[in-house]
């Protein structure tokens, strides 16, 4: 849940809806890593709260669609973007 954090921070989210798309949540995690292909023992590290939250990536992105939207904001689905311009104001 710590990696969601900013989408609170940023107002993009409420805890609410992050509850909401959440999936699966595990503890722990085993963490596996070799130095070389021939490595045959290597190393393990179990990690609590670490990457351990499984969201919905479809529901997350029309979630945060949906709100831009209300919000005022415009989607261009299948457009070409051939141009940005940036103003100070």
């Known amino acids: 849940k710590k990696e969601l954090q900013a989408l609170i921070r940023l107002n993009i989210l409420t805890q609410e809806e992050i509850d909401n798309l959440i999936s699966v949540e595990f503890n722990p995690v085993r963490v596996g890593f070799t130095s070389s292909p021939n490595d045959t023992k290597g190393f393990e ?45």
């Open 45 to 89: 590290l179990l990690t609590n709260d670490v990457l351990n939250t499984g969201i919905r990536p479809d529901k997350l992105i029309d979630r945060v669609k949906s709100k831009y939207v209300e919000n005022g904001g415009i989607i261009y689905e299948n457009n070409e973007l051939i141009d940005i311009n940036i103003y100070s104001n």
